[in-house]
């Protein structure tokens, strides 16, 4: 296995794996279509229940499922117990197995889905509307970019609090996101000199 920007990559010759990736990601958002009109609380469950049964046959990892839901445990906590108080505890269940089958299915794509084949359906799907005005080769630099900068803002921010925490200033939020803000926009003024000095940044 090797890390990716977009999560872990998986090898393997799953039927996940074989998928050709525009199908793959078409029958993404149909699943995801699908899932958010389930109404009551078991039908989400099941449908949460189904989207692991497909990560663990596809051989995602314990590891990168748990990656990609710890950023929303707080948000889910609240929403839950919003949900509870106003409306009720099935429609608290409903929301939340809803919001994790989506983050397993989405898991399960790019673990199982090639960066690089990601931009290329993205780049067939972006041809399809050159007619508009679209410039497919943009939206395929478009999305490198969005995907290469996730790792990069990562480390910038584990780097800031590292630091923070050495000076003994972990717990102000200050210390933290004011420098962390800083370094953000430092990278994003030097990628786009970056990509200006090649001539990528002119409008035309």
């Known amino acids: 296995m090797r890390s990716l920007p977009l999560g872990l990559q998986v090898p393997g010759d799953t039927v996940w794996h074989r998928l050709p990736t525009g199908r793959k990601l078409l029958g993404l958002v149909l699943l995801g279509v699908g899932v958010v009109a389930l109404q009551g609380p078991w039908l989400p469950l099941l449908a949460l229940a189904a989207a692991l049964a497909v990560a663990l046959h596809a051989g995602v990892p314990a590891r990168s499922l748990a990656l990609g839901v710890r950023p929303l445990l707080v948000l889910l906590v609240v929403v839950a117990a919003l949900q509870t108080w106003q409306r009720g505890w099935p429609v608290a269940v409903e929301v939340v197995a809803t919001t994790l089958t989506l983050v397993v299915l989405a898991t399960t794509f790019t673990a199982t889905t090639p960066t690089d084949d990601l931009l290329d359906a993205v780049v ?19 999305f490198s970019l969005a995907i290469s900068s996730i790792p990069v803002v990562t480390t910038l921010f584990t780097q800031t609090r590292e630091a923070a925490k050495a000076r003994g200033l972990e717990r102000s939020p200050r210390a933290t996101l004011t420098p ?12 786009g000199d970056a990509l200006a000095a090649r001539g990528l940044g002119d409008p035309d």
């Open 124 to 142: 067939r799907v972006a041809r399809v509307l050159r007619p508009l005005g679209v410039d497919p080769e943009r939206v395929a630099l478009t």
């Open 180 to 191: 962390f803000a800083v370094r953000t926009v430092a990278h994003a003024h030097a990628v």
